[in-house]
């Protein structure tokens, strides 16, 4: 017999998964314990849960799974086959649907584009406070994506419109937003995708109080310090940023303030669910899950406290953004749970991050 823990490690499925799927009668446990409700499941119910997972990969309804796991178990080979058959021909024309549409999209795309108001080729000089720009940096530098199949988000982008310049990094399940006032510029809008690590050695750089000169050159991009000179140069990156603007335009939830070092460890210490792995490349992670209490405070729930209010997220995504936002205290912004989760400081709205919603089985 195996437990619901190591048949979650030896199939592929979660633990939530499990749950689900015993809920829903598609794998039922071969014995529940009558007095702790822990789940057991048989040597033979592994093969079925493996022949699960793939379904689910393949992103078979839960119908269709249902009947091809009793197909399975009696041996209908040709149910089983028929299935699969059709499932797939569904897949090939979902397929050549959205080939259409994105050949579509690509021809409006081309349209748009136009080389003459590139915001890569202005030649830009400002100064901006080394303090303001170094806390910039260490608010954002946490949400910048290792994904090398989207170079565009690989290193931080510069966003200089006016007398402000706005730093900003995603990962797509992760953004931050920091903003720092700069002088000498006050000219049309300039964007630059500064690489991890220039941006690294730029903060490296910031140490005193001084400003600091930062000058964009066409595809090149350059820190100077004041004291001696030290700089800090390379090329940017050559892609396109995604618009962050229209990400961040939420509606008002509820605002909860929160003692950090107090919730950081509730979250270090608290109860975890696994993630759904939804797709091959999928990596599963813990999740905390946030409810906001009667008393306006923030929880974290135990296993089986589900509510149609509360929020999971990635617990490490979740730490990482409370050490970024380098205060005593940040306000956690609710609203609904498939919106992102903000975390912003008290004494600023431009400054803040944003974690994507990680949807439970039900």
């Not at 119910?45 to 178990?73: H, Y």
């Not at 006032?181 to 006050?186: D, E, L, Q």
Request: charged share 25%; hydrophobic share 45%.
């Amino acid at each position: 017999m195996r437990s619901i823990g190591e048949m979650a490690r030896d199939s592929g499925l979660g633990v939530s998964a499990l749950r689900f799927y015993d809920r829903a009668g598609v794998l039922v446990p071969a014995w529940v314990d009558p007095v702790s409700g822990y789940r057991w499941y048989g040597p033979e119910q592994l093969e079925e849960a493996r022949l699960l997972a793939r379904l689910r990969r393949a992103g078979m309804p839960l119908a269709d799974i249902r009947l091809v796991l009793a197909g399975w178990s009696s041996a209908d080979t040709d149910l089983v086959r028929t299935l699969l058959q059709g499932h797939l021909r569904r897949l090939e024309q979902g397929l050549s649907d959205a080939r259409g549409e994105f050949s579509t999209l690509r021809a409006l795309l081309d349209h748009r584009e136009n080389p003459m108001t590139s915001l890569r080729t202005a030649t830009v000089k400002l100064s901006v406070s080394a303090v303001e720009l170094a806390a910039a940096l260490d608010a954002v530098r946490f949400a910048v994506s290792t994904d090398p199949e989207l170079p565009m988000l690989g290193g931080v982008l510069f966003d200089i419109e006016g007398d402000v310049l706005d730093v900003v990094a995603t990962d797509r399940y992760r953004m931050a937003v920091a903003r720092a006032g700069i002088a000498g510029h006050g000219g049309s809008r300039v964007q630059v995708i500064v690489p991890a690590p220039l941006a690294d050695a730029m903060r490296a750089l910031l140490s005193g109080e001084e400003a600091v000169q930062l000058a964009v050159d066409g595809d090149r991009v350059t820190l100077e310090t004041g004291d001696g000179g030290r700089q800090a140069a390379g090329q940017c990156l050559d892609h396109d940023f995604p618009d962050y603007r229209r990400l961040v335009q939420l509606p008002t939830g509820r605002r909860v303030l929160v003692d950090v070092p107090a919730f950081q460890e509730a979250v270090r210490t608290g109860p975890v669910r696994a993630s759904e792995v939804r797709k091959p490349d999928d990596v599963s992670c813990e999740l905390s899950v946030l409810k906001v209490t009667d008393d306006g405070a923030v929880a974290i729930c135990e296993d089986g406290d589900d509510g149609q209010d509360h929020v999971a997220v990635n617990r490490e995504f979740l730490l990482d953004a409370l050490a970024a936002g380098a205060g005593d205290q940040l306000i956690l912004e609710f609203g609904a749970p498939t919106a992102p989760l903000a975390i912003r400081r008290p004494d600023t709205e431009d400054t803040y991050s944003m974690l994507m919603p990680v949807r439970l089985e039900n």
